[in-house]
């Protein structure tokens, strides 16, 4: 099994594009987990800027459900207080890290996949890329550590 994550276009608009030419339509980032024989679980997941419901059938791709909007049965960021262990939680949350990555970090803790990592923090100085990552090392061990990479790699 693995989880990845990955973009789902909406069908609204930002308010700063409001004004553009081209539609520019909104994307948010959502998280899907892959089955041993490759198959992409369908979920539903709540668009961030409109609350739209997507059902999530494959990687980048989704379909909007028409009526509904914020379903209350969907996860929010405060439901995994309870599963996550207190730390990163309390990480998570200092970082406002998204949906997509609570729910990813409770993948990787759920089915051990140590080494992996979340990226906190991004920032492009000139030609490099510098931020901070969090890497889960083991049950209830995680890590901070800064990064630095060229642009383009
Ligand atoms: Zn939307």
Redesign the pocket.
């Known amino acids: 099994m693995n989880g990845i994550k990955h973009l789902i276009q ?3 608009i930002l308010p700063q594009y409001k004004n553009a030419k081209d539609p520019v339509f ?1 994307k ?1 980032t959502v998280f899907s987990v892959i089955d041993d024989s490759d198959t992409v679980i369908t979920k539903y997941s709540n ?6 419901v997507h059902k999530v059938y494959d990687i980048c791709k989704s379909e909007i459900v028409s009526g509904k909007e914020d379903s209350k049965t969907s996860l929010k960021r405060e439901d995994f207080k309870f599963s996550l262990p207190q730390s990163l939680y309390e990480l998570l949350n200092q970082y406002e890290k998204e949906l997509c990555d609570f729910e990813y970090s409770q993948f990787v803790v759920d089915n051990k996949k140590w080494d992996s990592t979340l990226t906190l923090t991004r920032e492009e100085l000139e030609e490099h890329v510098q931020g901070k990552l969090l890497r889960f090392i083991e049950e209830d061990k995680f890590r901070i550590e800064s990064y630095t990479h060229k642009v383009g790699i």
């Open positions: 909406c069908h609204c909104h948010f668009c961030n800027n409109c609350g739209a």
